[in-house]
């Protein structure tokens, strides 16, 4: 733990958060997709659902689900199915696109082989390339979440009980997009591969967070869906670490 937090990891992790600021390709990347799905479509959608309260009128089929039970409005359609798909989609999305700045860099500049004559291991300079990965998203993702909190509180009656629950499936999500990363890292070898293999590691926790917002009532779903998320960044984690091994970094 300590060689994780230590003074060679915090230079390396600066280094990694100076390299993407630098990196006018990666802040767009960092900005544009958390901010038309964390912000532009949440609120514009609550907006919307407001100004025009009608019921919601669901299939009989799709009614029997539990997931879809109590939904009675647009904006109940909008708080429990369309913003919990929205907010997974950006985290996983817009981790994959940082990743694929900062994770694979060092190959595509020939320069991965200073990596290894630095007098850190390779636990502490990947550690620091994940670390900036979270650090970036959520940096980006958080204060936008925050906005779409206020917006929540302001126009629906969903409560602190929703804002809590979903801020968890936030930060969950965020931590489960990033420690799947370190799967690309040790996999890719151009930007390009990055982000083809990011996109298809999101599938599975499309896949399962589509699950619950179908079969998980309420704001349980933000629960289940956060615990996934933690269940996914811990496999990552002991898949990357123990059956492929850090030294695949360098190859």
């Known amino acids: ?49 407001v100004l025009h309260p009608e019921p919601l009128h669901v299939p009989a089929l799709e009614a029997s689900l539990p997931g879809f039970q109590h939904l009675a409005t647009m904006q109940d359609f909008v708080l429990y199915v369309s913003m919990p798909m929205f907010f997974v989609i950006a985290c996983l999305l817009t981790c994959a696109l940082i990743a694929a700045s900062i994770l694979v860099s060092e190959r595509e500049r020939r320069s991965v082989e200073l990596l290894a004559a630095l007098p850190v291991g390779m636990v502490e300079v990947v550690s620091a390339k994940l670390l900036a990965t979270l650090a970036t998203a959520a940096a980006m993702i958080l204060p936008m979440y925050a906005i779409d909190a206020i917006m929540v509180l302001l126009l629906t009656q969903a409560g602190t009980s929703y804002v809590g629950t979903a801020a968890f499936m936030v930060v969950a999500a965020l931590l489960g997009a990033t420690a799947t990363t370190l799967l690309v890292a040790l996999t890719a070898r151009d930007s390009r591969t990055a982000t083809y293999l990011s996109g298809l590691l999101a599938v599975p926790g499309l896949f399962v967070s589509s699950l619950c917002v179908v079969f998980v009532p309420g704001d349980a779903r933000f629960v289940v869906l956060g615990m996934v998320m933690l269940a996914m960044a811990g496999t990552a984690l002991i898949i990357g670490a123990r059956r492929l091994g850090l030294e695949r970094y360098l190859l």
């Open 1 to 49: 733990m300590r060689r994780l937090f230590g003074f060679q990891a915090r230079l390396l992790f600066w280094k990694e958060i100076r390299q993407v600021t630098r990196s006018p390709v990666a802040i767009l990347n960092a900005v544009a997709l958390p901010g038309a799905l964390v912000f532009l479509a949440p609120i514009l959608s609550l907006v919307a659902s």
